[in-house]
């Protein structure tokens, strides 16, 4: 007799390998997990009778996640609250998760349709929920004036990658009566997937190549590029371990206070590599709102010398208190930045 962690284990490992599109599931959850054919097929069995699992209209042997949806539009002209928005329409689809994932997506929903509600200057807002057993998706959009050309505007920026790569740090809004700029920044870190459409272009800390396959299995962001305003797109497992208080920590200090920072050099860099002072300039620009960064080399198989100098001699003189950590660095990324440290 199995117990509950061990069944349910099972049919997790089960859906993985749906999710994943492999073939053989039978076998493959057999022999992985130790267990006999037959007890793969009752659980499969029964996953279909509890409508978690349907055969593929394609093949009789293909099995697919059966999903939920749901469309909800307002009007930005009504009185709309974030939490009771979150309360009354969304909470439904969370309510039965462990306290950990509800905590998450509490904060992440409230968060960015609060953004949609005091930023957009749309008339007209969503959100879109696509779940299956294993992960839920929620899509925020709205039809305004599209998040970083409003930062560009705001900022005075000389482009739009410029209000991008200003996302990536945190601390960064367009009403600092009224907002801290944190929003993005922790929801980005916590969930699964984040990314931000706007204007042709993407904000994510994840694989721009896994988000653009992603957003093609999503009919209403098919078009998303020609699409005016902002599309929110969040992910996360129903079964994740991550906790948003752990995530808080990571970039406080003991009395809570946002003091460091994260930045994918990759991302920001997304059409080459960093080459020139001018680079490093922007990258440096509201470096003094932190007391720690780090900067994630991965991915960046190499900089320029007037980059590195720029970055890791001139900035670090002028500001001798803030600490700056390096990570994932490559091989010549790391010698570039001995040649203009050790001289």
């Not at 991550?242 to 009395?255: G, P």
Request: glycine share 4%; charged share 30%.
């Amino acid at each position: 007799m199995f117990t509950n962690e061990k069944r349910e284990s099972i049919k997790l490992y089960i859906l993985e390998q749906i999710h994943n599109n492999n073939s053989n599931i039978a076998k493959l959850t057999s022999e992985k997990l130790q267990i006999s054919l037959n007890t793969v097929y009752r659980y499969i069995r029964e996953m279909i009778s509890n409508n978690i699992i349907a055969r593929d209209s394609s093949s009789k042997s293909k099995l697919k996640l059966i999903e939920k949806t749901k469309l909800v539009n307002y009007k930005a002209s009504d009185p709309l609250e974030e939490d009771r928005v979150y309360i009354n329409d969304v909470e439904e689809y969370i309510k039965n998760f462990p306290l950990n994932v509800r905590t998450i997506w509490e904060y992440s929903f409230m968060e960015m349709f609060n953004n949609a509600i005091d930023h957009s200057e749309a008339s007209n807002i969503h959100w879109y929920i696509v779940q299956n057993y294993l992960n839920t998706t929620i899509i925020i959009g709205d039809n305004g004036v599209g998040i970083f050309e409003k930062i560009k505007k705001y900022y005075e920026f000389t482009s739009i990658n410029d209000a991008i790569s200003e996302l990536f740090k945190g601390k960064l809004t367009t009403d600092k009566e009224k907002h801290s700029g944190e929003g993005i920044f922790f929801t980005s870190r916590i969930l699964d997937t984040f990314c931000v459409l706007s204007d042709g272009k993407i904000f994510t800390h994840n694989s721009y190549t896994d988000i653009l396959e992603n957003l093609e299995d999503i009919e209403s962001l098919k078009e998303w590029n020609d699409k005016p305003g902002t599309e929110i797109v969040m992910s996360l497992s129903n079964w994740t371990k991550k906790n948003l208080k752990e995530v808080f920590d990571m970039y406080s200090n003991d009395d809570g206070q946002f003091i460091r920072t994260q930045i994918p050099i990759k991302n920001m860099f997304e059409n080459g590599y960093p080459v020139s002072r001018s680079q490093a300039k922007r990258l440096c620009r509201r470096f003094d709102c932190f007391k720690e960064i780090t900067l994630d080399f991965k991915d960046i198989t190499e900089i320029g010398q007037g980059f590195a100098h720029e970055l890791f001699v001139v900035f670090k003189r002028a500001h001798p208190d803030i600490k700056i950590n390096i990570v994932n660095e490559s091989e010549n990324v790391r010698k570039m930045i001995n040649h203009v440290t050790l001289g």
